[in-house]
Structures are given as C-alpha cells and as structure tokens.
C-alpha cells in the first residue's frame, strides 16, 4: 500500500506517494539535492527546470555508467565459469588408470 513521503527539493516540499522504503526516498532526494547543490556551487545562474533537467541527465549518466561496469564484470564471471567447467569436462575424459 503506498505512503505519503515528504520531501523537499530546491526549498520546496513535495509528497509523494510510493511503495518504496521511505529511508530510500529520503535518500533519493539528498542525492538530487546534493547534486543540485554541486551545480549551483559552479556559479552559473540556470532556471530550476534547467537545473533539475541537468541533475537528471547526469544522475542517468551515472547510473548507465555503473550498469555498464556490472555487465563487463558479469562478463569476466561468466568466462571465468566457463573456463572451470571446460577444465572440469578435461579432467572428466582423462581416462583412470
């Protein structure tokens, strides 16, 4: 059953409605947040809309960087399998003696 969730982005709050853990919204939001902060920290003046389409875009960056670096790893895994069960069936067709 979905919760309200307060938050607040750009000193306006905001409920949102989810299933999710509430920790876990919360924590989504500082994220946003602190991106938010970083950007403005640069100096440049950008309308809210911008500044949350730039948060956005990098977070998604972000994020497409790491799932990209979980298939390489889940690559290297599975050929490292692969190589155990090659040995394996090797070492099945040695004949006893």
């Known amino acids: 059953m979905s919760q309200p969730i307060d938050i607040t982005l750009m000193g306006r ?5 989810t299933d999710d853990d509430p920790a876990q919204v919360l924590a989504a939001a ?3 947040q602190t991106q ?3 950007l403005r920290q640069l100096g440049s003046t950008v309308a809210s809309d ?3 389409a730039l948060v956005a875009l990098n977070l ?3 994020l497409l960087k790491k799932d990209q670096g ?3 790893d889940l690559n290297d895994l599975l050929s490292a399998l692969d ?3 090659l040995q394996a069936e090797g070492l099945v067709k040695v004949p006893l003696r």
Do not use: K, W
């Open 13 to 17: 709050s905001f409920t949102i409605r």
């Open 30 to 32: 500082d994220l946003v």
């Open 36 to 38: 938010i902060d970083e």
């Open 50 to 52: 911008r500044l949350m």
């Open 60 to 62: 998604a960056g972000e």
């Open 70 to 72: 979980q298939v390489a």
């Open 83 to 85: 190589d155990v069960v």
